[in-house]
């Protein structure tokens, strides 16, 4: 039997967190060896937002060589540049001709982005979801890994692969998407009611290139509560649960697995042990990383063949897509 395809993105802009690394990356090294798995590096969808271009770029060879510091296999997965793919542009387009604009007004990802960026509400913001399903439905992919921000990029993938189905017959592959625990649980240190964003920067953000020194004085200074007693209570003690849900994730363990190391013990030393794994956890992540990133044709090369593996997944799909709408295939 084959294996599952599984393929998830990221947008290259702006540093990464640990956030993106517990709830995402450290996943994707999960699936390499169980799916057929592809890893995007989503810059067409980054610019949808102004880019300053000497950051993308750096922003994009980062992404790259996070996700190899993180433990990605290029022999096993593709690493790859969305627009290396010319395919996802041509698939977005079409796509985008089968999404409706009442659909796209719903998305809470663009009003929210609209909000944020009132003077650029372009139209690339709007159509940003018949990208993403592009990205997705070019690979045959049966689960997408995201955080719960993307579902419902997910659902509307979903309806857009079964209208296209519904009228030219099973060409798309219907996702299923795929949401860890752990992705929504790690949350801002100093507001732990709110997702740790990359693009919050400050105090309640871990970022994966930060001095470790620094990484243990945010730690040290997380939000936490008055009851002085630890136990797991995402409403009232969330700072707590946050702390121990990095924790329970860096260690690969259940919350209920790590509680018991704690309880009796106090905050100051919750802390440090969590300030303690991470740093285990991204010493040698950064120490890869700035191998790397001094490396830029070992990265470009990975690319290369990220690039070239993916497209031999893409191009037959859009292929078929073309011809079932009608186009004349180039002689
Ligand atoms: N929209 C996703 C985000 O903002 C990024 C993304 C683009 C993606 N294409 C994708 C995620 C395909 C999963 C699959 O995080």
Redesign the pocket.
């Known amino acids: 039997m084959s294996k599952k395809i599984i ?5 290259p802009s702006g540093q990464l967190s640990i956030g993106n690394y517990l709830g995402a990356i450290k996943n994707f090294v999960n699936y390499q060896d169980t799916y057929d798995t592809y890893y ?1 590096i ?1 810059d067409l ?1 980054a610019i949808t937002v102004r880019q300053n271009p000497v950051a993308l770029k750096e922003n994009s060879y980062a992404l790259a060589a996070w996700y190899l510091a993180a433990g990605l296999n290029p022999e096993k997965c593709s690493i790859f540049i ?1 627009s290396h793919v010319t395919e996802h542009a041509e698939m977005g387009w079409i796509l985008s001709t089968f999404t409706q604009m009442g659909e796209l007004e719903r998305m809470t ?1 663009f009003k929210d982005k609209a909000n944020q960026h009132k003077q650029n509400i372009n139209a690339g913001l709007f159509t ?1 979801p018949a ?2 399903a592009g ?2 439905l070019l690979y045959g992919t049966d689960v ?1 890994p ?2 719960h ?2 579902k419902q ?2 659902e509307l993938t979903r309806d857009i692969a079964k209208r296209f189905n519904g009228i030219y017959g099973d060409i798309l592959t219907v996702p299923e998407p795929f949401i860890p625990k752990v992705a929504a649980r790690i949350k801002d240190l100093q507001n732990p009611l709110k997702k740790m964003s990359k693009s919050s920067d400050g105090a309640g953000t871990i970022f994966l290139n930060e001095p470790l020194k620094s990484i243990e004085k945010k730690i040290k200074r997380a939000v936490t509560d008055n009851e002085m007693n630890i136990a797991y209570d995402e409403k009232n003690q969330a700072g707590l649960a946050n702390l121990m849900g990095i924790y329970a994730a860096c260690e690969n363990k259940q919350i209920e697995e790590v509680l018991p190391l704690f309880e009796g013990k106090g905050y100051g030393d919750l802390k440090k042990a969590v300030a303690e794994k991470v740093i285990e956890i991204l010493e040698p992540m950064q120490n890869r990383y700035n191998e790397l990133m001094n490396d830029k044709a070992e990265l470009d090369n990975i690319l290369k063949k990220g690039a070239e593996k993916a497209r031999a997944k893409a191009s037959p799909t859009l292929i078929k897509v073309k011809e079932a709408v009608g186009f004349i295939a180039p002689s």
């Not at 393929?7 to 947008?11: D, N, P, W």
């Open positions: 393929l998830s993105g990221i947008q995007c989503v969808h969305q990802q940003y990208l993403m990205d997705i997408v995201t955080g921000d993307q990029h997910i």
